[in-house]
């Protein structure tokens, strides 16, 4: 009883050196069950890298991008961090379950021709077979794949597989919630939608409002993004430059890292540079406010 | 070509059934003594013996019956024809008489053509070379005749048709040697054969004396060149043989089995032999078949296909379990033969001591190999550029291994990029070969080696993932042939804030039915990126991809 007031006196400071302790150890521990470090796969997308921890995806492991609806952005990031993995040299295995994966914008994003194999498989046991295969090889850097179902023990064999190949394992799932998976990462990417607060308005603004910077200026508002709806008349006919697509990503785990606030991700499919955005940190109090918005909307 | 018959008592004919008559297509040399004929059903083959009945076995000269019967009366052994294995022995001999000349043709069933153009200054003269090839065929146990002369036609006909079991015609004399042979020495069909005969017309030199020019009319060209072929008017060329040398290895498992480990088991053992075969000969197989012998049923043959040249024990293994594993006997297997149509030279291959160390190439060709034997082919595929405007035509898909579908998928359209990017152009053949390289080459060694990266404005701006078929929407545009403002898409509707199009693709008159579309790219409100096409012909609209 004696040593309690102690305790309690120095109790913040302790507490926090304890934590630290107990997560090196889980690093190191971790470190070694997987024989060493990792090298770290970074996306590209300076957004995604600054949250994921040592600046990338984890080689060696799975990540798991959640959606739930076409066209949202998860396919650019994993095939972007599977282009960024095929710089390595290695060879990049793309899963195509629906028939629907079009190599030549992935060659776009920098893939090389030679280095890029796709496996045409719809069964689901047949795409999980393949994926462990492509993961257990080291000769390839990175797996993409759409995976509808997974349960528990495939999920544990995929990550095992990744680490023992040492590849870039990314499975696209739909999002249903929340649920366990082993994957060292799990993300969820969604649209950010755009607020079209009177269109007619902007019409008859017409183009000459539109003269202004309006990308660069783009305010993030309850996550709602102005001025992309200059860019709208901006752009008008023809094949102009468009306005970025916005996407918003939550990062729901990572392993050896602490859990960030959802950032959003702009995707120029134009350039495929990344856009400029307006580093959210400097609004901390609207973060919880924008989700809110998103549940009501 | 009938191997001669070891000593055994009977004479020994071999048969095959034509239009459900068994009947005698060769027969050896106590058998001819006996008075049987080429061409004789069996019945009367039998009844042309003196019936003495006679204590021999059945299994003593025959490999193909298991099953030593001791009947009473075999005085004749027939033995049913294998064309297969001729072919297989006439190739081996091929092989063999490589040793005389480079070029070694395959003519017909039983006969092979040496050029020995030059050859000859290695013998003595020719006779001893023709010597040499005629009774080292006789050692190898075969019964042969041959001829040495100016042109393989003439050449050809003095083995078959003149008395002599070894015959050199002089040079320049060629048209004597041949003029009081047969016209059946001529290689020409038999009706040409029976109508010369109802002419009276028996041998060449009888031949030579009809006029030229009706010889043509009445008989048709082809007697005329095989008739030049043999003068050697018209030259005759000879196709080097290769020798393909069909390696096999089998086992035969005492009693017919459908137990997976005693299958396994017997496949290992006939693999671990084919490898040292192949080991041997410094080479490795790209394909690879398993024949089950199943009793009284047809053959099961699995086919095996490799990206890379290989004769890795673990790796076949692997790859040949997985096989196993699906595999459906009806009946027990009594032997399992491997066999491989072709090998292919494989020098500076390290043969494996331990299982790590492996090349990335090696890893990722074994990955292809196993992907492909379980999905199928063509299910493990490269994407190639193609170019052409439609969207989903501006790349195809190039199996990974089997040389057989990619010759026939590959061949109707045409690459052309520029001749910088690593130059992936070319047509036809040559691109074919192109593709057989860019196929092998990330399988092969050369890994880490230049890639093949296309500039990213070499690309279209596409979107991901693009429908397999464009499905048709209702789409709301303000004006009739503008951009669209909002689309219904599963039941939910898409508002959209931003456009930038059209792209205006059409196809050529040429390719069938015409695609003229005018592609939008749409921001949704939603936040979604979207791809969609009007139907110019009749306004439709389509979503043909997402921006995802």
Known sequence: ???????????????????????????????????????????????????????????????????????????????????????????????????????????????????????????????????????????????????????????????????????????????????????????????????????????????????????????????????????????????SHSAPRLCRVTLMKVREGTPVEPFVIGLDDETGVEPLLPVPDHRPAERPQRSDRRISA | MAPAAPAAVAPVVVTATQASVVRVVAADARAVRAGIRVGMTLAEARASLPSVPSVSSVSSVSSRASVPSVRSVPSLVARPHDPAADRAALESLAVWADRFSPYVHLEGDDTLLLDVSGCHRLFPDEETLLRRVVDGVGELGYAARGALADTPGAAWALAHAHPADQIVAAPGRTAAALAPLPVGALRVEPGILAALGALGVETIEALLHLPRASLGARFGDDLLYRLDQALGDEPEVLTPFRPTAVLRSGLRIGR?????????????????????????????????????????LRPITLELNVSRATRSVRHLRSLLTGGLDNLQLPTGAAGVTLWARRVEPLDGWQDELFETGRADGEDLAELIDRLSNRLGPSAVVRPLPVSDHQPERAFEYVPLIGRGTRGAKVGTRSVELEGRSAGIGAQGSEREARNAELGTRSAGRGTRGAGVLLPASHFSLRPLRLLPRPVEVSVIAVVPEGPPSCFDWKGSREVIVDCAGPERLETGWWRGRHVRRDYFRAACRSGRGCWLFRQRETGQWFVHGWFD
């Open chain 1, 1 to 239: 009883m004696s040593q309690a007031p102690v305790t309690r006196v120095n109790g913040g400071v302790a507490r926090d050196d304890r934590l630290r302790q107990l997560r090196a150890m889980l690093e190191r521990y971790q470190h070694r069950r997987r024989g060493g470090t990792r090298p770290v796969v970074p996306t590209g997308l300076a957004r995604l890298d600054r949250a994921l921890p040592n600046g990338g995806l984890p080689g060696g492991a799975v990540t798991e991008i959640l959606s739930h609806l076409d066209g949202a952005g998860g396919t650019t990031l994993a095939l972007r961090a599977a282009v960024a993995a095929a710089q390595s040299g290695r060879a990049v295995a793309v899963v195509d379950a629906g028939g629907d994966f079009y190599p030549p914008a992935m060659w776009r994003l920098g893939m090389q021709v030679d280095r890029l194999l796709v496996i045409r498989v719809s069964r689901p046991e047949e795409v999980v077979w393949a994926v462990d295969q492509c993961l257990r090889c080291s000769a390839v850097a990175a797996v993409v794949a759409p995976i509808r179902r997974l349960d528990a023990a495939a999920s544990r064999r995929l990550q095992l597989a990744a680490e023992s190949g040492g590849g870039l394992g990314i499975l696209l799932r739909p999002d249903t919630g929340r649920r366990h998976s082993f994957a060292a990462v799990q993300m969820r990417v969604e649209p950010v939608p755009v607020e079209a607060p009177g269109s007619v308005a902007l019409q008859d603004r017409g183009l000459g409002a539109a003269g202004v910077d309006g990308w660069e200026s783009a305010g993030l508002q309850g996550g709602v993004i102005e001025g992309r709806c200059e860019s709208v008349r901006r752009g008008g006919m023809g094949p």
């Open chain 2, 256 to 296: 017919p089995t459908d137990r997976h480990d005693v299958l396994c088991e017997a496949v290992e053992r006939t693999l671990a032999c084919f490898c040292e075969q192949l080991e041997r000969r410094v080479a490795g197989v790209r394909q690879l078949f398993v024949t089950f012998h199943c009793p009284e």
